[in-house]
Protein backbone atom coordinates (compact mmCIF):
# COMPACT_ATOMS: atom_id res chain seq x y z
CA UNK A 1 0.00 0.00 0.00
CA UNK A 2 0.95 3.63 -0.20
CA UNK A 3 0.31 7.17 0.64
CA UNK A 4 -0.45 9.41 -1.92
CA UNK A 5 0.85 13.00 -1.94
CA UNK A 6 0.54 15.98 -4.54
CA UNK A 7 2.08 19.06 -3.78
CA UNK A 8 1.22 22.30 -5.80
CA UNK A 9 0.47 20.02 -9.11
CA UNK A 10 -0.84 21.88 -12.28
CA UNK A 11 -1.60 20.70 -15.67
CA UNK A 12 -1.85 23.02 -18.17
CA UNK A 13 -3.04 22.51 -21.73
CA UNK A 14 -3.02 24.41 -24.98
CA UNK A 15 -5.46 24.78 -27.09
CA UNK A 16 -5.82 25.84 -30.23
CA UNK A 17 -8.96 28.33 -31.97
CA UNK A 18 -9.52 29.93 -35.31
CA UNK A 19 -9.64 33.85 -35.41
CA UNK A 20 -10.79 36.09 -38.31
CA UNK A 21 -8.27 38.39 -38.94
CA UNK A 22 -9.17 41.54 -41.67
CA UNK A 23 -6.14 42.58 -43.84
CA UNK A 24 -6.57 46.07 -44.92
CA UNK A 25 -4.57 47.60 -48.26
CA UNK A 26 -5.41 50.71 -50.35
CA UNK A 27 -7.10 48.28 -53.10
CA UNK A 28 -9.03 45.63 -50.83
CA UNK A 29 -9.61 44.06 -47.69
CA UNK A 30 -8.64 40.66 -46.99
CA UNK A 31 -10.27 37.86 -44.21
CA UNK A 32 -7.53 35.31 -43.14
CA UNK A 33 -7.94 33.23 -40.43
CA UNK A 34 -4.81 32.16 -37.57
CA UNK A 35 -4.96 30.43 -34.71
CA UNK A 36 -5.00 31.97 -31.25
CA UNK A 37 -3.26 29.44 -28.42
CA UNK A 38 -5.20 29.53 -25.16
CA UNK A 39 -3.78 27.98 -21.91
CA UNK A 40 -6.68 25.71 -20.09
CA UNK A 41 -5.19 25.73 -16.50
CA UNK A 42 -7.13 21.92 -16.04
CA UNK A 43 -4.81 21.72 -12.61
CA UNK A 44 -3.74 24.97 -10.80
CA UNK A 45 -1.40 24.34 -8.13
CA UNK A 46 -3.18 21.37 -6.29
CA UNK A 47 -2.20 19.64 -3.18
CA UNK A 48 -4.09 16.77 -1.56
CA UNK A 49 -3.23 13.89 0.90
CA UNK A 50 -4.07 10.55 0.25
CA UNK A 51 -3.51 8.16 3.26
CA UNK A 52 -2.19 4.74 3.35
CA UNK A 53 -4.86 2.04 2.66
CA UNK A 54 -7.57 4.77 2.91
CA UNK A 55 -10.23 5.84 0.27
CA UNK A 56 -10.43 9.38 -0.98
CA UNK A 57 -13.46 10.06 -2.92
CA UNK A 58 -13.05 13.48 -5.21
CA UNK A 59 -15.94 15.23 -6.44
CA UNK A 60 -16.73 18.01 -8.56
CA UNK A 61 -18.49 19.69 -11.07
CA UNK A 62 -17.86 18.83 -14.68
CA UNK A 63 -14.60 20.21 -15.93
CA UNK A 64 -12.66 21.25 -12.55
CA UNK A 65 -10.09 18.48 -13.48
CA UNK A 66 -11.17 15.34 -11.39
CA UNK A 67 -10.48 13.19 -14.55
CA UNK A 68 -6.75 14.88 -15.21
CA UNK A 69 -6.16 14.23 -11.43
CA UNK A 70 -6.89 10.65 -12.13
CA UNK A 71 -4.31 10.70 -15.51
CA UNK A 72 -1.78 12.14 -13.31
CA UNK A 73 -1.18 10.40 -10.29
CA UNK A 74 -1.01 7.60 -12.92
CA UNK A 75 1.64 8.72 -14.81
CA UNK A 76 -0.46 8.96 -17.89
CA UNK A 77 -0.37 12.58 -18.44
CA UNK A 78 3.03 14.63 -17.87
CA UNK A 79 2.75 17.35 -15.35
CA UNK A 80 4.49 20.13 -12.57
CA UNK A 81 5.04 19.62 -9.27
CA UNK A 82 5.35 16.78 -6.92
CA UNK A 83 3.49 13.48 -7.31
CA UNK A 84 5.02 11.21 -4.31
CA UNK A 85 4.14 7.57 -3.16
CA UNK A 86 5.71 6.72 0.08
CA UNK A 87 7.46 9.93 -0.19
CA UNK A 88 9.07 8.38 -3.40
CA UNK A 89 9.24 11.22 -6.32
CA UNK A 90 7.33 9.61 -9.20
CA UNK A 91 8.10 11.92 -11.94
CA UNK A 92 10.15 9.83 -13.89
CA UNK A 93 8.14 6.69 -13.36
CA UNK A 94 6.40 5.00 -16.12
CA UNK A 95 2.58 3.67 -15.33
CA UNK A 96 3.49 0.14 -15.69
CA UNK A 97 6.36 0.42 -12.76
CA UNK A 98 3.44 2.18 -10.45
CA UNK A 99 1.76 -0.98 -9.14
CA UNK A 100 -1.83 0.19 -9.65
CA UNK A 101 -5.29 -0.78 -10.87
CA UNK A 102 -7.42 0.91 -12.81
CA UNK A 103 -11.02 0.64 -13.41
CA UNK A 104 -12.69 2.90 -16.22
CA UNK A 105 -16.25 3.98 -16.94
CA UNK A 106 -16.21 2.48 -19.88
CA UNK A 107 -14.71 -0.88 -18.04
CA UNK A 108 -11.82 -0.92 -21.16
CA UNK A 109 -12.09 -5.08 -21.54
CA UNK A 110 -10.52 -6.58 -24.48
CA UNK A 111 -13.37 -7.78 -26.79
CA UNK A 112 -11.45 -10.20 -28.19
CA UNK A 113 -10.73 -12.28 -24.94
CA UNK A 114 -12.88 -14.07 -22.65
CA UNK A 115 -13.05 -13.00 -18.90
CA UNK A 116 -9.96 -15.40 -18.15
CA UNK A 117 -7.55 -14.46 -20.53
CA UNK A 118 -8.70 -10.37 -19.46
CA UNK A 119 -7.38 -11.14 -15.71
CA UNK A 120 -4.43 -13.59 -17.45
CA UNK A 121 -3.27 -11.14 -19.86
CA UNK A 122 -1.15 -8.56 -17.18
CA UNK A 123 1.12 -12.16 -15.98
CA UNK A 124 1.13 -13.00 -19.94
CA UNK A 125 2.78 -9.68 -20.59
CA UNK A 126 4.99 -9.39 -17.90
CA UNK A 127 6.37 -13.49 -18.28
CA UNK A 128 4.82 -14.35 -14.99
CA UNK A 129 4.57 -18.00 -14.56
CA UNK A 130 1.50 -19.79 -15.22
CA UNK A 131 0.78 -21.53 -11.83
CA UNK A 132 1.21 -18.25 -10.02
CA UNK A 133 -1.45 -16.36 -12.67
CA UNK A 134 -3.74 -19.05 -12.09
CA UNK A 135 -3.26 -19.05 -8.27
CA UNK A 136 -4.31 -15.32 -8.40
CA UNK A 137 -7.06 -15.24 -10.58
CA UNK A 138 -8.47 -18.01 -8.15
CA UNK A 139 -7.97 -15.86 -4.96
CA UNK A 140 -9.52 -13.11 -6.74
CA UNK A 141 -12.63 -15.14 -8.24
CA UNK A 142 -13.11 -16.19 -4.87
CA UNK A 143 -12.92 -12.16 -3.63
CA UNK A 144 -15.39 -11.40 -6.10
CA UNK A 145 -18.01 -13.49 -4.82
CA UNK A 146 -20.83 -15.71 -5.95
CA UNK A 147 -21.18 -16.26 -9.93
CA UNK A 148 -18.08 -14.52 -10.75
CA UNK A 149 -16.38 -17.85 -11.49
CA UNK A 150 -19.22 -18.40 -14.61
CA UNK A 151 -18.41 -14.91 -15.80
CA UNK A 152 -14.58 -15.92 -17.07
CA UNK A 153 -16.06 -18.35 -19.57
CA UNK A 154 -17.78 -15.24 -21.44
CA UNK A 155 -16.31 -12.68 -23.69
CA UNK A 156 -17.27 -8.96 -22.55
CA UNK A 157 -19.89 -8.39 -25.49
CA UNK A 158 -22.07 -11.39 -23.89
CA UNK A 159 -22.11 -9.75 -20.73
CA UNK A 160 -24.12 -7.16 -18.95
CA UNK A 161 -22.85 -3.58 -18.24
CA UNK A 162 -22.71 -4.73 -14.29
CA UNK A 163 -20.79 -7.77 -15.48
CA UNK A 164 -18.55 -6.28 -17.11
CA UNK A 165 -17.68 -3.86 -14.51
CA UNK A 166 -17.29 -7.01 -11.93
CA UNK A 167 -14.70 -8.27 -14.68
CA UNK A 168 -12.99 -4.61 -14.66
CA UNK A 169 -12.32 -4.26 -11.14
CA UNK A 170 -11.37 -7.87 -11.05
CA UNK A 171 -8.84 -7.52 -13.55
CA UNK A 172 -7.39 -4.41 -11.76
CA UNK A 173 -7.39 -6.31 -8.22
CA UNK A 174 -5.67 -9.64 -9.49
CA UNK A 175 -2.62 -7.47 -9.95
CA UNK A 176 -2.20 -6.89 -6.37
CA UNK A 177 -1.65 -3.24 -6.79
CA UNK A 178 -0.29 -0.52 -4.42
CA UNK A 179 -3.28 2.30 -5.47
CA UNK A 180 -6.42 1.48 -6.55
CA UNK A 181 -8.23 4.90 -9.49
CA UNK A 182 -11.46 4.88 -10.62
CA UNK A 183 -12.97 7.27 -13.07
CA UNK A 184 -16.84 6.78 -12.30
CA UNK A 185 -17.09 3.54 -12.49
CA UNK A 186 -20.49 2.83 -11.98
CA UNK A 187 -22.06 6.04 -14.42
CA UNK A 188 -23.17 3.51 -16.75
CA UNK A 189 -25.12 1.23 -14.50
CA UNK A 190 -28.59 1.27 -14.06
CA UNK A 191 -29.97 2.35 -10.38
CA UNK A 192 -30.08 -1.46 -9.07
CA UNK A 193 -26.87 -2.31 -10.19
CA UNK A 194 -25.05 0.57 -9.35
CA UNK A 195 -26.08 0.35 -5.46
CA UNK A 196 -24.80 -3.42 -5.84
CA UNK A 197 -21.68 -2.78 -7.68
CA UNK A 198 -20.91 0.04 -5.04
CA UNK A 199 -21.61 -2.71 -2.14
CA UNK A 200 -19.18 -4.37 -3.62
CA UNK A 201 -16.21 -2.04 -3.87
CA UNK A 202 -16.47 -1.09 -0.82
CA UNK A 203 -15.90 -4.24 0.36
CA UNK A 204 -12.83 -4.98 -1.25
CA UNK A 205 -11.58 -1.85 -0.89
CA UNK A 206 -12.06 -2.00 3.08
CA UNK A 207 -11.28 -6.02 3.38
CA UNK A 208 -7.98 -5.46 1.94
CA UNK A 209 -7.38 -1.93 2.85
CA UNK A 210 -5.98 -1.06 -0.64
CA UNK A 211 -5.25 3.31 -0.80
CA UNK A 212 -7.84 4.52 -3.43
CA UNK A 213 -8.11 7.39 -5.33
CA UNK A 214 -12.02 7.60 -6.79
CA UNK A 215 -13.29 9.86 -8.57
CA UNK A 216 -17.35 10.34 -9.70
CA UNK A 217 -19.50 13.63 -9.34
CA UNK A 218 -22.28 11.37 -7.48
CA UNK A 219 -22.58 12.47 -3.57
CA UNK A 220 -24.17 9.22 -2.86
CA UNK A 221 -20.90 7.33 -4.18
CA UNK A 222 -18.93 9.76 -1.88
CA UNK A 223 -20.92 9.58 1.36
CA UNK A 224 -20.99 5.55 0.68
CA UNK A 225 -17.75 4.87 -0.06
CA UNK A 226 -15.22 7.95 0.95
CA UNK A 227 -12.80 7.91 4.45
CA UNK A 228 -11.95 11.26 3.30
CA UNK A 229 -13.97 13.80 0.43
CA UNK A 230 -11.86 15.91 -1.40
CA UNK A 231 -13.99 19.01 -3.47
CA UNK A 232 -12.63 20.56 -6.48
CA UNK A 233 -13.03 23.40 -8.27
CA UNK A 234 -10.99 25.11 -11.53
CA UNK A 235 -8.22 22.30 -10.71
CA UNK A 236 -7.87 23.33 -7.25
CA UNK A 237 -8.64 21.46 -3.92
CA UNK A 238 -11.16 23.33 -1.92
CA UNK A 239 -12.12 21.58 0.82
CA UNK A 240 -10.95 17.90 2.11
CA UNK A 241 -12.20 16.16 5.23
CA UNK A 242 -15.29 13.90 6.33
CA UNK A 243 -18.60 14.28 4.23
CA UNK A 244 -20.76 15.01 6.88
CA UNK A 245 -18.59 17.64 8.54
CA UNK A 246 -18.02 19.24 5.53
CA UNK A 247 -21.36 19.67 4.71
CA UNK A 248 -21.91 20.56 8.50
CA UNK A 249 -18.90 23.08 8.19
CA UNK A 250 -18.52 24.14 4.81
CA UNK A 251 -15.18 25.86 4.00
CA UNK A 252 -16.49 29.08 1.39
CA UNK A 253 -19.40 29.40 -0.78
CA UNK A 254 -18.72 27.12 -3.39
CA UNK A 255 -18.33 24.49 -1.12
CA UNK A 256 -21.56 25.30 0.57
CA UNK A 257 -23.44 25.30 -2.41
CA UNK A 258 -22.26 22.04 -3.91
CA UNK A 259 -22.34 19.46 -1.09
CA UNK A 260 -25.51 18.51 0.09
CA UNK A 261 -28.56 16.80 -1.02
CA UNK A 262 -30.66 19.27 -1.67
CA UNK A 263 -27.07 21.55 -1.57
CA UNK A 264 -28.09 24.12 0.86
CA UNK A 265 -29.96 27.62 0.22
CA UNK A 266 -27.81 30.52 -0.91
CA UNK A 267 -29.52 34.05 -0.42
CA UNK A 268 -28.25 36.93 -1.34
CA UNK A 269 -28.21 39.89 0.68
CA UNK A 270 -27.06 43.66 1.16
CA UNK A 271 -25.69 45.13 4.23
CA UNK A 272 -28.24 48.13 5.51
CA UNK A 273 -28.51 49.67 8.57
CA UNK A 274 -27.63 47.05 10.67
CA UNK A 275 -29.67 44.13 8.47
CA UNK A 276 -29.46 41.83 5.72
CA UNK A 277 -31.70 43.16 3.17
CA UNK A 278 -32.69 40.27 0.10
CA UNK A 279 -35.63 42.63 -1.02
CA UNK A 280 -38.92 44.73 0.27
CA UNK A 281 -40.62 41.74 1.99
CA UNK A 282 -37.81 39.83 3.60
CA UNK A 283 -34.70 41.45 5.58
CA UNK A 284 -32.91 40.28 9.17
CA UNK A 285 -31.09 41.86 11.95
CA UNK A 286 -27.38 41.06 11.45
CA UNK A 287 -26.44 38.33 14.73
CA UNK A 288 -23.83 41.07 17.16
CA UNK A 289 -21.47 38.19 16.83
CA UNK A 290 -21.08 39.32 13.29
CA UNK A 291 -21.88 43.14 13.38
CA UNK A 292 -17.93 44.01 13.58
CA UNK A 293 -17.24 41.61 10.20
CA UNK A 294 -19.56 43.78 8.08
CA UNK A 295 -19.21 46.93 6.48
CA UNK A 296 -22.56 49.27 4.84
CA UNK A 297 -23.03 48.41 0.80
CA UNK A 298 -21.75 44.81 1.60
CA UNK A 299 -23.17 42.02 -0.46
CA UNK A 300 -23.46 38.99 1.35
CA UNK A 301 -24.66 35.63 0.99
CA UNK A 302 -26.47 33.87 3.75
CA UNK A 303 -26.78 29.96 3.70
CA UNK A 304 -28.80 27.38 5.25
CA UNK A 305 -29.73 23.99 4.89
CA UNK A 306 -33.27 23.14 4.00
CA UNK A 307 -33.60 20.35 7.08
CA UNK A 308 -33.74 23.58 9.23
CA UNK A 309 -36.46 25.37 7.96
CA UNK A 310 -39.45 25.79 10.68
CA UNK A 311 -42.72 25.85 9.20
CA UNK A 312 -45.63 27.73 9.57
CA UNK A 313 -46.56 31.78 10.77
CA UNK A 314 -44.14 33.27 12.61
CA UNK A 315 -46.30 33.70 15.66
CA UNK A 316 -46.50 29.16 15.46
CA UNK A 317 -42.70 29.25 15.51
CA UNK A 318 -41.42 28.61 19.08
CA UNK A 319 -38.32 30.65 18.58
CA UNK A 320 -38.63 33.15 15.65
CA UNK A 321 -35.31 34.72 15.74
CA UNK A 322 -33.72 33.89 12.32
CA UNK A 323 -34.28 34.42 8.74
CA UNK A 324 -37.96 34.63 7.56
CA UNK A 325 -38.68 33.35 4.18
CA UNK A 326 -42.45 33.89 2.13
CA UNK A 327 -43.16 32.45 -1.33
CA UNK A 328 -45.34 29.90 -3.27
CA UNK A 329 -44.71 26.15 -3.40
CA UNK A 330 -43.81 25.31 -7.03
CA UNK A 331 -43.13 21.77 -6.35
CA UNK A 332 -43.06 18.76 -3.67
CA UNK A 333 -41.51 15.82 -4.04
CA UNK A 334 -41.95 13.25 -1.04
CA UNK A 335 -39.75 10.67 0.05
CA UNK A 336 -41.09 7.79 1.77
CA UNK A 337 -38.17 5.70 2.25
CA UNK A 338 -37.07 8.60 4.74
CA UNK A 339 -40.24 9.50 5.99
CA UNK A 340 -39.86 13.08 4.85
CA UNK A 341 -40.84 15.62 1.47
CA UNK A 342 -39.18 18.87 -0.10
CA UNK A 343 -41.03 21.96 -0.98
CA UNK A 344 -39.38 23.93 -3.59
CA UNK A 345 -40.81 27.68 -3.42
CA UNK A 346 -40.16 30.57 -5.17
CA UNK A 347 -41.07 34.68 -5.00
CA UNK A 348 -40.52 37.18 -7.45
CA UNK A 349 -36.93 37.66 -6.10
CA UNK A 350 -35.70 34.30 -4.82
CA UNK A 351 -36.00 30.60 -4.69
CA UNK A 352 -35.54 28.71 -1.68
CA UNK A 353 -36.01 25.00 -0.70
CA UNK A 354 -37.49 23.29 2.33
CA UNK A 355 -37.49 20.08 3.60
CA UNK A 356 -40.39 18.90 6.43
CA UNK A 357 -41.74 15.63 7.64
CA UNK A 358 -44.51 13.84 5.57
CA UNK A 359 -46.89 14.72 8.48
CA UNK A 360 -46.76 18.56 7.08
CA UNK A 361 -49.31 19.59 4.71
CA UNK A 362 -47.68 21.29 1.50
CA UNK A 363 -49.45 22.29 -1.41
CA UNK A 364 -48.36 23.24 -4.39
CA UNK A 365 -49.52 26.41 -5.32
CA UNK A 366 -50.18 27.34 -1.94
CA UNK A 367 -48.07 29.89 -0.24
CA UNK A 368 -45.51 28.78 2.66
CA UNK A 369 -43.61 30.75 5.61
CA UNK A 370 -40.79 29.20 6.89
CA UNK A 371 -38.02 30.70 9.73
CA UNK A 372 -34.72 29.44 9.37
CA UNK A 373 -32.89 29.72 13.30
CA UNK A 374 -29.96 32.33 13.24
CA UNK A 375 -28.18 29.51 15.00
CA UNK A 376 -28.53 27.70 11.71
CA UNK A 377 -27.39 30.13 9.45
CA UNK A 378 -23.87 30.42 7.52
CA UNK A 379 -22.60 33.46 6.29
CA UNK A 380 -20.47 34.14 3.55
CA UNK A 381 -18.92 37.04 1.60
CA UNK A 382 -20.66 37.18 -1.70
CA UNK A 383 -17.71 38.72 -3.81
CA UNK A 384 -14.48 36.66 -2.47
CA UNK A 385 -16.76 33.27 -1.61
CA UNK A 386 -15.30 33.48 1.81
CA UNK A 387 -16.93 31.97 4.72
CA UNK A 388 -17.53 35.24 7.77
CA UNK A 389 -16.91 33.93 11.33
CA UNK A 390 -17.76 35.61 14.65
CA UNK A 391 -14.26 36.62 15.84
CA UNK A 392 -12.93 34.82 18.11
CA UNK A 393 -12.76 35.87 22.16
CA UNK A 394 -9.34 36.32 23.14
Known sequence: MATIRLENVSKIFQSGAYASKWLGTR???????????????????LNLVIPDGTTTVVVGPSGCGKSTLLRVVAGLTDYEGLVAYDDRDMQDVPPGERRIGMVFQSYALYPHFHGHENLSFFFRMHHAPDPEA????????????????????????????????????????????????????????????????????????????ITALYVTHDQTEAMALADQVAVMRAGRVEQVGAFN????????????GFLGMPPMNL????????????????????????????????????GVRPEAAQIGPVEHVPHPQG???????????PDFGRRQQTAFVSTD?????????????????????ATFPESALYVFDTESGARLKAPSAS
Open 134 to 209: EERIRITSEMMGFGFKALLRRKPGTLSGGQQQRLAIARALVRQPDLFLLDEPLSNLDAKLRVRTRTEIKRLLHRFG
Open 267 to 302: IETTVNDGHLVVDADHRMRIAKALVSTVEAGQRITI
Open 349 to 369: ALRFTVITTLETRLTQGYPLH
Open 245 to 256: TIVRDPANLFVA
Open 27 to 45: NHTDEVAEIVQTEIRALDG
Open 323 to 333: LRLSGTIDLVE
